[in-house]
């Protein structure tokens, strides 16, 4: 099993439309939690942080359910510049000594 | 701008030679991890440098190898290379964020192993 799993893509979706893409982490030790996103042939750029309180950053929403081992983030109202791939990523450690653990990543296409 | 850098942007190599690749980070940047992607794939954890000493590695063999120097830069070498070396290199720095450490990525090294 995949120490992160995510939504199998393409998620083909109509400008304005809402998204949704679910992660699963194996590990319940994990302590930090984020969500990436890459565009194509470029390097990974840190979208959010996630946290037990939930957090929202405009049109994105991230959520983390530890009892669950469940990661969410809600896209809204979505624009042609997010069509990108969004990595899943965990770490097994809260201090700076941690290593990213992404998942497979599920791309996002946004169509006019 | 995270401040990360890396060189070259490209590279080709031949099978069995060596590659060294390098990264350049902030001042007070005291960690940089290296990670391999390749297509398709998410990054895969290479190494991490703490103050210039290796401070964890993922299931890499020994012909991948590291150096941190002072000046908070860092190469990540390989040597015999194989076809399936071929990927984005990425290295990493590490910031505190409001809650977690978060690390940022430089632009990577695409390299193709022939």
């Known amino acids: 099993r995949k120490e992160v799993e995510q939504d199998p893509g393409p998620f083909n979706v109509p400008e304005g439309a809402t998204v949704a893409f679910n992660c699963t982490y194996s590990n319940s030790a994990s302590q930090s939690f984020f969500w990436y996103r890459q565009d194509c042939r470029k390097e990974p750029k840190l979208l959010m942080s996630?946290?037990?309180s939930g957090n929202e950053d405009g049109r994105f929403t991230a959520q983390l359910n530890r009892a669950s081992q469940y990661i969410s983030l809600l896209i809204r109202d979505s624009k042609l510049s997010d069509s990108a791939t969004y990595l899943c990523v965990v770490t097994d450690s809260y201090n700076q000594g941690g290593k990213l653990i992404f998942g497979q990543g599920t791309e996002l296409s946004v169509k006019p | 701008e995270t401040g990360v850098t890396q060189s070259p942007t490209h590279l080709i190599k031949t099978r069995g030679q060596q590659v060294t690749l390098r990264c350049s980070s902030q001042s007070g940047h005291n960690t940089v991890s290296w990670y391999q992607q390749a297509l398709g794939q998410g990054p895969q954890f290479i190494f991490q440098?703490?103050?210039?000493?290796?401070?964890g590695r993922g299931n890499f063999p020994p012909r991948f190898s590291g150096l941190q120097f002072p000046n908070y830069s860092s190469e990540l070498n390989v040597n015999a290379l194989e076809l399936d070396d071929s990927a984005l290199y990425l290295c990493?720095?590490?910031?505190?964020?409001?809650?977690?450490?978060?690390?940022?990525f430089g632009p990577g090294t695409r390299l193709t192993v022939t």
């Open positions: 996630v946290y037990s």
């Open positions: 990493a720095s590490t910031l505190k964020g409001q809650g977690y450490y978060e690390q940022y």
């Open positions: 440098y703490y103050r210039e000493e290796e401070n």
